[in-house]
C-alpha cells in the first residue's frame, strides 16, 4: 500500500494576526507548510493607513521576506491576506510576485476582512493568471465569520476536497 502525500503550502500575510489564526486552522486541518510573508519595512499604527492602504488602493506589491516563493513541490497554494481598502495588501500582491514555479498549479484564496472585502478576491485572481496559478477556491471571511466557526470550517473541507483528503 502507498500513500500518497500531497504538499500543501500555505501562504499568507497577517498584519495583526487574524488572517494567520486561519492559516494556522488550516495547517492543523490539513498539514503542510506555512509561510508567513513579512514586509521588509514593517507598518505601525500610522504607517498601516498613511503608507499601506494607499499603497494597497494603488495595487502596488511591497518589497517583502521571504524574497522568493518556489513552489516547485507544492501540489496545492492557499494564499490568504488581510483586506486593506478593499483591496489586497501591498504584502500580499508582493508575495505573488515573489512566487517562481507556480505554472499549471491550483490555489485556494481566503481574504479576512472587518465587513467588506470589495475588489480583494478578484485582484487575486487576476496577478495570480500572471504567473500561470488557477484559482480553484476563493472565501472571504468577516471577524463575526472568523467567531462563529462555520466558514473557517468551509475554508478548511476546500482544501481537503482539493488534495483528495476528505
Ligand atoms: C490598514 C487597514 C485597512 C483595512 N481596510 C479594510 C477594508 O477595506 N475592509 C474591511 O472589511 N476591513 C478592513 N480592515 C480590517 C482587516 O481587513 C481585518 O481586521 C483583517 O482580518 C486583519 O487581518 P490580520 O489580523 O491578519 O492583519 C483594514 C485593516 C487595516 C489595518
Known amino acids: 500500500m502507498f500513500a500518497i502525500i ?11 494576526g487574524i488572517t494567520r489564526g486561519v492559516a494556522e ?3 492543523a486541518a490539513c498539514g503542510g507548510d506555512l509561510i508567513e510573508v513579512s514586509p521588509k519595512t514593517p507598518y505601525n499604527k500610522i504607517t498601516e493607513y498613511t503608507t499601506g492602504s494607499m499603497r494597497a488602493r494603488r495595487e502596488e506589491a511591497d518589497p517583502v521576506e ?8 507544492a501540489d496545492l497554494i492557499v494564499i490568504g491576506t ?3 481598502f478593499w483591496k489586497t495588501t501591498p504584502v500580499t500582491n508582493g508575495a505573488i510576485n515573489a512566487l ?28 495570480l493568471a ?6 480553484i477556491g476563493e472565501h472571504v471571511l468577516t ?19 482539493a488534495v483528495g483528503n476528505p
Open 130 to 135: 500572471r504567473k500561470g496559478v488557477t484559482v
Open 25 to 27: 486552522k488550516i495547517q
Open 100 to 127: 517562481r514555479n507556480g505554472e499549471g498549479k491550483k490555489a485556494v484564496l481566503f481574504a479576512t476582512c472587518g465587513s467588506k472585502a470589495g475588489e480583494t478576491i478578484p485582484i487575486m485572481k487576476k496577478t
Open 82 to 84: 488581510p483586506v486593506w
Open 143 to 161: 471577524r463575526r465569520d472568523i467567531i462563529e466557526g462555520e466558514k473557517v470550517a468551509e475554508v478548511v473541507d476546500a482544501v481537503k476536497a
Open 66 to 73: 521571504p524574497g522568493e516563493i518556489d513552489l516547485a513541490s
Open 6 to 16: 500531497m504538499k500543501i503550502s500555505i501562504i499568507f500575510h497577517s498584519y495583526s
